[in-house]
């Protein structure tokens, strides 16, 4: 018996947007903001950077912490989306996500403290190696805790991939996508956590999660402008293992 698609119109687009702003503000942290004044062989010129760009890292932190917050909602959207298909998975998937919020927002508080040690009095005694120490073992902080919440990412993209290819009201082909992005995420974070020396060497597989990750987006947003009527009704796929 075939029962009524649970993705609406209002609620792809919520989805999709939410997806877009994470995507968005996750790139811009990564390659526009951080690249300003972060340099991991060089501590004088992290800090000397850092003050002269104060405040497009102000509006680096507000962007992730949208993003956050954006995690959140898409989260609970995929949850409502999902847990027809099994419930205790979409379970589980959400809060996968919710841990991964939970670690970048540790991430964001550990990010703050070079600012606090520069512009805070009681820290003036310090000497300019030791402030400039802190503050990149302070931002190292922010790489690792990014990297652990990336790891509870990998998980839930797994499980989101899985419960979208037996779902009815999305393509498969994104559902294998966001399955696939999921080891690739596990071993760029691992190898970020374990490798000191790590160089990105995950970055060619990272691909894949770049793709599965805009098509989701896109998809949804697509679904959102849909006309009035035209969602398909749904009915359960078979029961079949996730396979290429």
């Not at 995929?78 to 670690?103: E, G, P």
């Not at 550990?110 to 302070?138: K, M």
């Not at 000191?196 to 896109?218: D, H, N, R």
């Amino acid at each position: 018996m075939k029962t009524p698609s649970p993705l609406t119109g209002p609620l792809a687009m919520t989805a999709g947007l939410a997806y877009g702003l994470i995507i968005f503000c996750g790139l811009s942290a990564e390659f526009w903001v951080r690249s300003k004044f972060l340099h991991w062989n060089d501590p004088a010129a992290t800090v000397a950077d850092l003050i002269a760009h104060q405040q497009v890292f102000r509006l680096g932190f507000i962007g992730e912490l949208a993003m956050v917050l954006a995690d959140l909602i898409l989260g609970v959207i995929f949850y409502h989306l999902l847990k027809s298909t099994n419930q205790i998975m979409a379970l589980w998937a959400m809060v996968l996500r919710l841990a991964q919020a939970v670690m970048i927002s540790v991430a964001l508080l550990a990010s703050l403290l070079p600012l606090r040690l520069l512009g805070d009095a009681a820290y003036t005694g310090l000497e300019p190696a030791a402030t400039q120490a802190l503050s990149l073992l302070a931002f190292e902080t922010h790489r690792l805790s990014y990297s652990l919440a990336m790891i509870f990412f990998g998980i839930n993209c797994m499980v989101t991939g899985f419960l979208l290819v037996r779902a009815t009201w999305a393509p498969s082909i994104l559902g294998r996508l966001l399955f696939l992005a999921g080891p690739a995420y596990l071993a760029d974070s691992l190898a970020g956590l374990l490798l000191p020396a790590y160089q990105a060497w995950t970055a060619p597989f990272l691909g894949v999660a770049v793709i599965a990750e805009v098509s989701m987006c896109g998809w949804l947003i697509w679904k959102g402008l849909r006309p009035k009527g035209t969602n398909i009704p749904s009915s359960p796929r078979p029961n079949l293992p996730l396979r290429g």
